[in-house]
């Protein structure tokens, strides 16, 4: 059974930083692209960034020179860390596998 498991979420004053983590497992996923979106209530969910097996990333222009996605392979581990954050930050992050895989969402909350 394919898993996806995100972690780190949290409160944090706006201008800190977060990391979020994503453990995948009941499949290989080194091979496969793998990111973050994010949920408002209300709204749709909206990418945040991905990035690719070869580790190829793709940013929100709302999120680039703050986020950075990495992964590491060899524990089928996607990352986020989120810096100077902002109030509009605020969401449900959800983690992202190819083809259509989906974690269970962790709360992030920015104060200002």
């Known amino acids: 059974q394919v898993q996806l498991v995100e972690s780190g979420g949290g409160l944090v004053q706006a201008g800190g930083s977060l990391r979020l983590s994503c453990a995948a497992s009941?499949?290989?996923?080194?091979?496969?692209?793998m990111g973050w979106y994010r949920q408002v209530p209300g709204a749709q969910r909206v990418l945040v960034a991905t990035?690719?097996?070869?580790?190829?990333?793709n940013y929100a222009d709302s999120v680039k020179g703050r986020f950075i996605v990495s992964r590491d392979n060899a524990k089928n581990t996607v990352y986020l860390q989120m810096n100077s954050l902002k109030p509009e930050d605020t969401g449900v992050y959800y983690c992202?596998?190819?083809?259509?895989?989906w974690g269970k969402g962790t709360l992030v909350t920015v104060s200002s």
């Open positions: 990035i690719t097996n070869g580790g190829s990333t």
């Open positions: 992202w596998a190819m083809p259509n895989y």
């Open positions: 009941g499949t290989i996923f080194s091979n496969k692209a």
